[in-house]
């Protein structure tokens, strides 16, 4: 389970807050308006912002761990591919940060590649990929990490709807065959409606406890109607 026991986040004009728990495999969108602290939460989650409180998996306390020891993997925005690397070296960044890989390693990294839909495409450099390729290419890293929470900061914005609901399908199967928790920041509220068990609500300088999708849905609370237009 991941818990947040008492977060607290201050960036001088703004704070967030947030005591929440969610259990081991959940599928959870996080949503709000624009500039409540969606991707500050995330952030403070992934040790990439300081804050106060506490970040419990499993009951280990992950306060005061980098990034890079906690058992999290982020896809941001720009998705953080190295331009001078190919698509199948940035994967195995994944694997060993020094890309020393052994012939069972690179096989691992093919076997990603293809499991996103990129077979044949590893010697590709970020430049001669499509964002959608892109998206991929990040996925595929991250499937690699095999940590069991998985961080999406808005990594499918810039894709068109067709393709964004493609990409969202395939996040909800790694998730489904990894079994990692997920959660997923998103300005679109069809994005919880598609793949999401529950929604974190951020608004208000608050990060409310998860509620069942279709719940929320039915039910939203006063800020997520002013969100959603009703």
Excluded: C
């Amino acid at each position: 389970m991941l818990t947040l026991e008492n977060m607290h986040v201050d960036l001088g004009g703004f704070t967030l807050d947030a005591t929440l728990s969610v259990e081991p495999g959940r599928k959870v969108a996080i949503l709000g308006p624009s500039g409540a602290g969606k991707s500050t939460l995330l952030a403070a989650i992934g040790g990439y912002q300081p804050a106060s409180g506490r970040v419990l998996w499993s009951g280990a306390d992950l306060s005061g761990k980098s990034p890079a020891q906690r058992p999290i993997t982020t896809i941001f925005q720009d998705n953080n591919l190295f331009p001078h690397l190919t698509a199948a070296q940035n994967v195995g960044l994944g694997v060993r940060p020094d890309l020393r890989l052994s012939k069972g390693d690179a096989a691992r990294v093919d076997e990603a590649l293809n499991r996103v839909g990129l077979a044949g495409l590893g010697p590709r450099k970020p430049a001669a990929l499509s964002g959608g390729q892109i998206a991929r290419v990040a996925l595929a890293r991250a499937l690699l990490r095999d940590k069991p929470i998985m961080l999406l900061d808005e990594p499918f914005g810039a894709l068109g709807p067709a393709l964004r609901d493609e990409m969202l399908g395939l996040v909800a199967a790694l998730a489904d065959e990894t079994g990692a928790t997920l959660l997923m920041v998103s300005h679109e509220p069809g994005d919880a409606r598609r793949i999401a068990d529950d929604v974190i609500l951020v608004a208000d300088g608050v990060a409310h406890a998860p509620v069942p999708t279709a719940e929320i849905f039915a039910h939203p609370p006063e800020a997520l109607r002013d969100y959603l237009g009703h």
